[in-house]
């Protein structure tokens, strides 16, 4: 995944991601701000998140499970049974 070559040879489908990730890093610290509280300078955990859901996609499918689970419930509202 990373080398960026994807099955047939094009680019893979999450390398942007993943480069997008990797330049995050690069400059990526921990600061200390002047109440004394630690943070990191670039936020890239929300890079980093993009980059898992393109590999593992579990946002997706849990959004794709709750819509399923919501179409049988109201299907079974409109044919009289149960909520």
Not at 56 to 77: F, L
Request: with cysteine; aromatic share 10%.
């Amino acid at each position: 995944m990373s080398s960026g070559h994807g099955i047939n040879g094009s680019v893979g489908r999450c390398y942007p991601f993943f480069a997008e990730f990797k330049e995050c890093l690069k400059t990526e610290k921990l600061i200390t701000l002047d109440d004394g509280t630690r943070k990191w300078k670039n936020d890239c955990w929300t890079v980093r998140e993009d980059y898992f859901e393109c590999l593992h996609a579990k946002k997706e499918w849990a959004m794709v499970r709750r819509v399923n689970d919501e179409e049988k419930r109201q299907a079974a509202i409109a044919a009289g049974g149960q909520h």
